[in-house]
């Protein structure tokens, strides 16, 4: 690279171009842009630094009270996204906290178009699942099956063919052919509509997912415990007492056989023991290996000191923590939806639970969040479909507090 011509003496410098004063605004202009660009953008860091301590704030905060708080199952991944939508829409009631995260529809958080409600995310439905099995109520014993329509047909064969012995000479007589039936069991809506505050519910330390299971999973397991021992079957299942009950002796198809204590309203005064013994024999010995007592509270106690002819107690306690207690070595279920002992009632029951009664039911179920109807109170109307009847009126026996 060349050094340029040295300066003459007495030679003046040579004068700017036309483009230099263009050129040094646009520098001057450009250098002013950029320092305005740098400063917003330091601004931007700095107030994204605030937001972020503020947020680890109040995570901590959270974390100190969360030991407090029943917190549901959250191990997997992919199930804290539903939660974390399924949280965003109870405190907000903005749909797109839902639509954004584009759930899967096997998570049971698709939007329902027609009605407006969102499907409860697996875990929330899980929870109030388990407290419904856990209750004292004919869903710990009898059979329960999911379905996704609004009926459920049992197909039962009571009946048998005939038969006969034969001669190696002699005719066939044609067999009878056996007779099928079918019990078709409807599903009802079942509902609750608990509410909390706004301000309540806008609480960062609440636990709306546990607040809000624990408060319909109370009111299903108890409305759906009376419903399968008592339900008439108009709008809710058909509980096994409301079907018609006969002797035993001249028990039939569609009905419940019964045996009698022979004292009305009572046991009998001598024997006391005998018509539970009875009570259990009535019932077929292939429906025994599975059998189950029924009873409320005040009759179990009154069983409780009943005592075999040799002086031994019939009702014995379970041994291991969680075994049911026992009653001539059949497990006890105590129902408190059961009559009381009074007079021509069917206090006790008998019977292969699982293969006598079938419970149906949809496995979703729809909360609908509404924020208006109770200012300054938010409603949250759960729903869910159960059905229930006799599906082997074999599989039953009662006993009956009367003379016969």
């Keep these: 690279m060349t050094d340029p011509a040295p300066k003459v003496a007495g030679q003046s410098a040579a004068p700017d171009t036309p483009e230099a004063p263009e050129l040094k605004l ?68 903005n749909e797109a906290d839902l639509r954004g995260l584009q759930l899967e529809a096997k998570g049971l958080n698709t939007s329902v178009a027609g009605e407006g409600g969102y499907l409860v995310d ?23 099956v999911m379905v996704e329509s609004t009926f459920f ?19 066939l007589a044609e067999s009878d052919t056996p007779t099928i039936d079918r019990i078709s069991i409807r599903l009802h809506e079942l509902s609750a509509m608990p509410k909390a505050s706004q301000r309540l519910l806008d609480d960062s330390a609440f636990d709306i997912e546990g607040w809000l299971a624990n408060r319909i999973a109370g009111k299903f397991a108890r409305a759906e415990a009376a419903a399968f021992i008592n339900g008439d079957g108009v709008d809710k299942p058909r509980g096994f007492l409301d079907h018609a009950a006969v002797d035993d002796a001249i028990w039939e198809w569609d009905n419940l056989g019964y045996i009698a204590t022979g ?17 259990v024999y009535a019932l077929g010995a292939s429906y025994r290996a599975n ?20 002086g031994r107690f019939l009702w014995s306690d379970g041994l291991a923590s969680g075994e049911p ?13 059961m009559p009381d002992i009074a007079s021509d009632s069917f206090a006790i029951a008998f019977g292969d639970f699982n293969a ?15 924020p208006f109807s109770a200012k300054p109170h938010v409603l949250f109307y759960a729903t869910k479909r159960v ?18």
């Excluded at 059998?291 to 040799?310: P, Q, Y």
Aim: proline share 3%.
């Design 26 to 93: 646009e520098l001057k202009t450009a250098w002013h842009g950029f320092a305005a660009e740098f400063d917003a953008f330091q601004a931007d860091i700095t107030r994204k630094l605030s937001q972020t301590e503020e947020r680890l704030t109040m995570l901590d905060r959270k974390t100190a009270v969360s030991p407090a708080r029943p917190v549901l199952d959250r191990s997997d991944a992919a199930d804290t996204l539903h939660h974390k939508a399924f949280d965003a829409y109870l405190r907000s009631g």
């Design 122 to 144: 697996p875990a929330t439905s899980d929870t109030i699942r388990g407290v419904l099995h856990n209750a004292a109520s004919i869903r710990a014993i009898a059979s329960v």
């Design 153 to 171: 047909d049992v197909l039962v064969d009571h009946t048998d063919i005939s038969s006969g012995w034969a001669t190696e000479s002699g005719s």
């Design 263 to 279: 004292a009305d309203g009572d046991f009998a005064s001598i024997n006391a023991a005998d018509s539970i013994v009875d009570l």
């Design 291 to 310: 059998a189950v007592f029924v009873m409320n509270s005040k009759t179990a106690g009154a069983v409780r000191k009943m005592k075999d002819a040799d």
């Design 325 to 337: 207690a026992r009653l001539m070595g059949y497990p006890v279920l105590v129902a408190e939806d």
């Design 356 to 370: 006598g009664y079938t419970i149906a039911e949809r496995p979703d179920m729809r909360v609908l969040r509404d």
């Design 387 to 404: 059905g229930g009847d006799v599906s082997d009126f074999k599989a039953i026996k009662l006993l009956k507090f009367g003379l016969s």
